[in-house]
């Protein structure tokens, strides 16, 4: 079956950086939609970052741009995102998720458009 493997998360101080990765494995295409969400206990998941891995298209929400960069290795099937200036409100728990290519195209966060989930990954930032 299709599994997402997340990897990476810690501890940092606020300033800090940690790239995290999510290794893919016996996901039926490789024309497909890699998603970053985050998770804080009694709060909505949202969406972090995305990318169309046959087509370069990327996207990032507001609050993380010119922070946090996504990428993908399609030869490892590995997605990556490489998390800069932490902040404390960046603590989370991450998840990776994979989804049809339009869900890159959508313009929109929603997490039902995501199929398949990792278990995911915590990210502490401290003040």
């Known amino acids: 079956q299709v599994q997402l493997v997340e990897s990476g998360g810690g501890s940092v101080q606020a300033g800090g950086s940690l790239r995290l990765s999510c290794a893919v494995s016996?996901?039926?295409?490789?024309?497909?939609?890699m998603g970053w969400f985050r998770q804080t206990p009694g709060k909505q998941r949202e969406g972090v970052a995305n990318?169309?891995?046959?087509?370069?298209?990327?996207n990032y929400a507001d609050s993380v741009k010119g922070r946090f960069t996504i990428s993908h290795d399609n030869a490892k099937q590995t997605v990556y995102l490489i998390m800069n200036s932490l902040k404390p409100e960046d603590t989370a728990m991450y998840y990776c998720?994979?989804?049809?290519?339009?869900?890159?195209?959508?313009?929109?966060?929603?997490?039902?458009?995501?199929?398949?989930w990792g278990q995911g990954t915590q990210v502490t930032v401290s003040s």
């Open positions: 998720a994979a989804a049809g290519r339009s869900a890159c195209y959508s313009g929109r966060w929603f997490s039902s458009d995501y199929h398949y």
């Open positions: 016996n996901y039926p295409s490789r024309n497909n939609c």
């Open positions: 990318t169309h891995t046959a087509g370069g298209k990327t």
